[in-house]
């Protein structure tokens, strides 16, 4: 970009301004903290909740089997992975899975979840789990549901509830007791079924569900190599759960002794820093992002309905101006239904700002949004409001994956782009991504006085995202 007088052109990692009056070294690196602005970036409770973990193979009847011995105890929803698995020869989704059993729930806090099925020891990591074809009891005091889902190697899911109605409409029906009542279930996967596509049928209690996988699904793939408990991995409460009566592919497992299966964090108890909504970003000693020192901005952010951020002031900036950003982004971890921005934004709107609809959402930026449905992840797609909170966010874009790849990315902003109508366009990877501003946007205004990242102002879950060598528009004299 051509500066345009008064302007600067901050680029950190770089080190180099440039305004239209002088060119001289920025000394602001990330290889030091540049104590930009933040506004409840850092929630750091002065007593960290505790997560529980104490699960695994059991000499009880509490599922109902057939003779003592059983799989089970308490499990909790953690970032952190834990597991009871029996270790198999590695499957995919071109491979032919039953199993059955019985469960029964004796107890159960607010906001938890427990995953039983086949998964990936080393891969199956966050909500929605990648590498995972199973079912899950999600429970929320003392009741619970029961879905069944799957999730490929690129993080490519789908499931259903065992109810009427859509998926994961659980609201419109009455869900189970944690009383310790047990179910029986099967859980089968047909690659010919549904066309070809891929079939996934649960049957609960007698009642059989079908979830066909969404077309190209199969294709992604996944690779299971465990079969058994783990935890949903974000955070949450715990399940008294147990697992009884055990069929894998037509070959009853024997739990009359300890079968020995692996066991990775399941007797564990520690103080859990990634709990809602503890936000914890800023800047960061570390490198994920590539840069060739330590030093980055990034962390943990929520999908949270107060306002957080942490930016470099750099206003005032309009809609009227040109703005450009780009550097290295680093995508490390995700929960399902999350989200961030980063890009300009306005500090006072932003402070003020209630929660926010996916209609009309916070006001004054434009910015990249990484979010997206949790069928797909998240993209990295370009997205604006103006001062009343008008604007659009586009549709779809690139999808950036929470597996610490590093990526290049650049975001443009044209006022005189889309005949007049201002253009923003991202790119990432070097794939480009626009959005035109709607007609008559432009005119009713915006203006930024932040850059940097900022959450998603409604509810969900988090993000670890990291980026480095920043370069960005900016209006302040340095």
């Known amino acids: 970009m051509r500066p345009t007088a008064g302007f600067n052109l901050v680029l950190l990692g770089l080190s180099v301004l440039v305004t239209s009056r002088t060119c001289a070294t920025e000394p602001n690196r990330f290889d030091a903290d540049p104590h930009w602005d933040g506004h409840r970036n850092r929630l750091v409770p002065d007593n960290l909740p505790a997560t529980r973990q104490d699960f695994g193979y059991r000499t009880t009847r509490k599922a109902g089997g057939k003779d003592p011995g059983e799989i089970g105890g308490r499990v909790q929803r953690s970032v952190t992975p834990a597991y009871y698995a029996k270790s198999i020869a590695p499957v995919t989704l071109e491979d032919k899975l039953t199993a059955s059993g019985r469960f029964a729930v004796h107890d159960d ?114 690779t299971f190599d465990r ?34 299966w692996e066991a990775k964090g399941n007797h564990a108890e520690f103080q859990d820093r990634v709990r809602r909504p503890l936000h914890d970003f800023g800047f960061s000693p570390t490198h994920f992002a590539g840069g060739q020192a330590a030093g980055e901005i990034g962390g943990l952010v929520w999908r949270d309905e107060k306002p957080a951020y942490y930016a470099d002031r750099v206003g005032p900036l309009t809609l009227n101006d040109p703005l450009t950003a780009s550097g290295k982004v680093a995508f490390t971890g995700a929960g399902s239904d999350s989200g961030v921005y980063l890009g300009w934004f306005d500090s006072e709107s932003k402070k003020s700002a209630g929660p926010a609809t996916e209609e009309r959402a916070q006001k004054n930026f434009v910015a990249v949004l990484i979010e997206g449905p949790s069928r797909v992840g ?6 604006y409001r103006g001062a009343e909170g008008d604007g659009v966010t586009a549709d779809e874009g690139p999808i950036i994956r929470p597996d610490g790849h590093v990526h290049d990315w650049a975001i443009r902003y044209d006022p005189a782009g889309a005949d007049g109508n201002g253009l923003i366009t991202v790119t990432f990877d070097r794939k480009d991504q626009s959005l035109p501003l709607r007609p008559g946007d432009k005119a009713r205004g915006a203006t930024f006085d932040r850059f940097g990242l900022f959450n998603l102002q409604s509810g969900g879950n988090y993000v670890f995202v990291y980026v480095d060598g920043l370069t960005y528009t900016s209006r302040q004299n340095r």
């Open 378 to 383: 998240h993209y990295f797609r370009p997205a």
């Open 227 to 260: 079969f058994g408990v783990f935890n949903q991995q974000t955070a949450g409460g715990g399940t008294d759960v147990y697992f009884d009566d055990l069929v894998l592919n037509g070959e009853p497992i024997d739990l009359g002794a300890d079968p020995k």
């Open 109 to 222: 806090e607010s906001n938890t979840g427990t995953l039983f099925g086949w998964f990936n020891a080393e891969r199956s990591r966050g909500w929605r789990t990648a590498h995972s074809l199973v079912f899950r009891i999600d429970g929320n005091g003392g009741k619970y549901w029961v879905f069944f889902e799957y999730g490929t190697g690129d993080w490519m899911t789908g499931g259903r509830g065992c109810f009427e109605g859509d998926a994961y409409q659980t609201t419109k029906t009455k869900p189970f007791k944690a009383d310790g009542t047990p179910h029986d279930w099967v859980l089968a996967y047909d690659p010919a079924g549904a066309g070809g596509n891929g079939l996934i049928t649960f049957t609960l209690d007698g009642t059989r569900y079908d979830l066909p996988l969404a077309t190209g699904h199969k294709q992604h793939g996944a």
